[in-house]
T-cell receptor, first 111, second 116 residues
Framework: DQQVKQNSPSLSVQEGRISILNCDYT??????FLWYKKYPAEGPTFLISISSIKDKNEDGRFTVFLNKSAKHLSLHIVPSQPGDSAVYFCAASGEGNKLVFGAGTILRVKS | NAGVMQNPRHLVRRRGQEARLRCSPMKGHSHVYWYRQLPEEGLKFMVYLQKENIIDESGMPKERFSAEFPKEGPSILRIQQVVRGDSAAYFCASSPLHAGNTGELFFGEGSRLTVL
């Protein structure tokens, strides 16, 4: 039962261009949606989040959009930098702060 | 302020042995979560604990796996009689008493278990 899905296993983007990572969910009871970034051999680190009552949250080069009717969210990174190359996990928060994660998308930013 | 500390970072066990993974949450955090990441997969929730209490263990396999978070000391994830399928990265995360319901968790660097 995959409540959070990231259908693109990988994405390759040229430096300076926009990276768009997508995520779909099935549970309408989720309160918050979060994006985590993970480098190899390290733990995930929090990137940005959005409340279910909002449709956009921006933090520097990172913007998350939430479309509740479509149960879809996306992370935009602009401009993309080589240091952004990592695995990006979409996660949703429900009861007890328990996070449900997607399978991740590998982002490669080419210089 | 140290982050979430996990040890060991790498652990090798033979089939049938026991594995113990430890996690010290961030200072001031009283909620601990354990996640498992199998190769090529995302993070799967295992268990959520507060001091001396298991709050949610819905993601824990019914046999061989146990977790605790004692009043003093780190949280421990224990896997008895390990099998090759237990080989994975095990991540611990913590959150403060009142995380504001944002759901943000702070992760450790993980413990990588290899079962030979």
């Amino acid at each position: 039962d995959q409540q959070v899905k990231q259908n693109s296993p990988s994405l390759s983007v040229q430096e300076g261009r926009i990276s768009i990572l997508n995520c779909d969910y099935t549970n309408s009871m989720f309160d918050y949606f979060l994006w985590y970034k993970k480098y190899p051999a390290e733990g995930p680190t929090f990137l940005i989040s959005i409340s279910s009552i909002k449709d956009k949250n921006e933090d520097g080069r990172f913007t998350v959009f939430l479309n509740k009717s479509a149960k879809h969210l996306s992370l935009h990174i602009v401009p993309s930098q080589p240091g952004d190359s990592a695995v990006y996990f979409c996660a949703a928060s429900g009861e007890g702060n328990k996070l449900v994660f997607g399978a991740g998308t590998i982002l490669r930013v080419k210089s | 302020n140290a982050g979430v500390m996990q040890n060991p970072r790498h652990l090798v066990r033979r089939r049938g042995q026991e594995a113990r993974l430890r996690c010290s949450p961030m200072k001031g955090h009283s909620h601990v979560y354990w996640y498992r990441q199998l190769p090529e997969e995302g993070l799967k929730f295992m268990v959520y604990l507060q001091k001396e209490n298991i709050i949610d263990e819905s993601g824990m396999p019914k046999e061989r796996f146990s977790a605790e978070f004692p009043k003093e000391g780190p949280s421990i994830l224990r896997i008895q009689q390990v099998v090759r399928g237990d080989s994975a990265a095990y991540f611990c995360a913590s959150s403060p008493l009142h995380a504001g319901n944002t759901g943000e968790l702070f992760f450790g660097e993980g413990s990588r278990l290899t079962v030979l």
